[in-house]
């Protein structure tokens, strides 16, 4: 079931749409840029991933929300369960990329942004490993070349590294694995990327069973093999458990300076780094959005000294989808 909400000028949330999608599972529902119109794309434990428009008519109170919605594509390249869908950076094109069960990342692109219903599938990456989440970089510097980062729940113990970052190579036109997390080896529910602006260097966020967040410092290009992929300089600069169970969502806001994790516990946590680099939480909200009394103060992580301040709470999953009217 998909269902869509709307928030008003007062405030106040309500559903537009809601309508029945997939014959399996919906594990992940998100937006296109708005530039590309109201458009978002769905997965599923039914192999498949699907992109849907919003139509703009005439039709009274009564009916008003209610077959907005068509889905323009059913992509059907997977033969597993598809565990994550994302949009590309807009400045990408509108780009979408899907991953499976089976460790296969697939780039479709729609070379017509007015007709949704042709998308051509550009680039397949077999990543050895079950996928379970990815994340563009959503830099739109030139000296940066386009980046998905790819997280894995598989537990297999041949299988270490459970983040690997592929690279777009100009000379080979395919994607190829850059870099490997090799102290990410549980398994990974989600993976984001914080958006740049203006740094010269990644900061991606892992979810697992607790909250990391690495930096990405590419090297010199002196030091890197002429015409090959991006090496990067790869460090830990925040490790909380504070969840005490497993987090299952990882989000940044859009200046990528406070993340937001949601984990088992039924909390969303918030954290923030202060101007000596050092992460700590800002604040905890319950499932209702209420706020946790005192909660700014905990969680405290120091970079330097690799030293943490336990606490507790978190959690949200499902497939629904909301925006603000304007």
């Known amino acids: 079931m998909f269902i869509v909400w709307d928030k008003s000028e007062n405030g106040d949330w309500h559903c537009t749409a809601s309508w029945k999608t997939h014959s399996g599972s919906v594990w992940r529902v998100t937006w296109a840029h708005p530039e590309f119109g109201q458009v978002l794309a769905s997965c599923s434990f039914d192999r498949t991933a699907a992109v849907w428009e919003e139509i703009v008519g005439e039709s009274n109170d009564k009916l008003r929300g209610q077959s907005h919605w068509v889905k323009r594509t059913t992509l059907v390249d997977s033969r597993t369960s598809v565990t994550d869908v994302k949009f590309a950076p807009k400045h990408m094109g509108l780009m979408l990329a ?30 050895k490993l079950s996928c379970s989440c990815i994340s563009w970089n959503p830099s739109s510097s030139r000296a940066h070349s386009p980046m998905i980062a790819v997280g894995s729940d598989d537990n297999s113990p041949n299988i270490l590294a459970k983040v690997q970052i592929y690279e777009y190579n100009e000379n ?79 989000s940044w806001n859009i ?15 918030l954290w923030k780094a202060n101007y000596m680099d050092n992460w700590k939480c800002t604040g905890i909200l319950k499932g209702n959005g209420s706020p946790v009394n005192g909660s700014s103060q905990q969680g405290i992580f120091n970079a330097s000294l690799g030293s943490a301040n336990t606490s507790l709470q978190n959690s949200l999953n499902g497939s629904s989808a909301s925006r603000k009217q304007s």
């Open 255 to 269: 200046t990528g300076t406070v993340l937001a994790s949601s984990g088992d516990d039924g909390c969303v946590r």
């Open 98 to 127: 899907t991953c499976s069960a089976d460790g296969v990342v697939r780039i479709y692109e729609a070379p017509d942004v007015m007709n949704l219903s042709q998308w051509s599938l550009q680039h397949e990456i077999s990543c």
């Open 172 to 250: 080979t036109r395919k994607y190829a694995k850059a870099e490997a997390l090799m102290t990410v080896t549980d398994p990974v529910h989600d993976i984001a990327f914080a958006p740049n602006l203006g740094r010269s260097f990644h900061i991606l966020a892992v979810a697992t069973k607790d909250v990391r967040i690495f930096t990405l410092k590419p090297l010199r290009k002196e030091l890197t093999s002429s015409g090959g992929l991006t090496k990067f300089e790869i460090h830990i600069v925040a490790q909380f458990d504070n969840h005490n169970s497993q987090v299952w969502r990882v």
